[in-house]
């Protein structure tokens, strides 16, 4: 039987302390990530508002099909993805209640969804999932009345998330 020979791996190497290092710097600068954060969220709403035009202009030359919602959308993408960018405390606000409605819609969708574990996968699963999901709702209701709240979850979520995946790419560098 033939054994795979595993080379060190630089770039796994460099990739994981960069990502590991942004994981410590995002957890110590909260507001400079979530400001950041937004500044991402403005130039991709930009990108998008650009694209949306470009497009709505493609299909109104090569079609009779007048896009009125596409020029909408677009507009409004631009508008929201400046705000984003120029004021990104006020997008980093935004970006709060984005997370907490986000947090309060998906645990109603999922107390709707949890009648088919009852069904399928039995009791305890139906019980758990009414559970974790009314606690999520209680969460999301509290960030929604304490965007702060939900602004140093924002962060500390990007931060685990980039200080993980820089371990992780650090252990496989070897």
């Known amino acids: 039987m033939e054994t795979i020979q595993h080379k060190f791996n630089w770039f796994s ?49 090569t079609t009779e099909e007048k896009t009125l919602g596409l020029f909408a959308m677009g507009i409004v993408d631009l508008v929201l993805g400046f705000l984003f960018i120029f004021k990104a405390a006020t997008g980093a ?7 907490a ?6 645990a109603i969708v999922q107390l709707a969804a949890s009648k088919q574990f009852n069904k399928n996968a039995g009791k ?31 962060v500390w979520i990007v931060s685990i998330y980039l200080v993980v995946t820089g371990i992780s790419q650090f252990i496989s560098a070897f």
Do not use: C, R
Not at 93 to 99: G, H, L, R, S, T
Not at 143 to 152: E, K, R, T, V, Y
């Open 101 to 106: 409605l986000w947090f309060i819609f998906d």
């Open 124 to 154: 305890a699963h139906y019980v758990w999932m009414i559970v974790l999901n009314v606690i999520a709702l209680i969460l999301g209701i509290a960030l929604l009345f304490n965007p702060l709240l939900a602004s140093i979850a924002i």
């Open 93 to 99: 606000q935004v970006v709060a209640y984005i997370f």
């Open 13 to 61: 190497l460099v990739v994981g302390v960069i990502l590991f290092v942004a994981g410590i710097v995002t957890f110590i600068h909260l507001g400079t990530t979530l400001e950041f954060i937004s500044i991402i969220i403005g130039v991709t709403a930009v990108v998008k508002g650009l694209y949306e035009l470009w497009f709505k202009h493609v299909l109104d030359t």
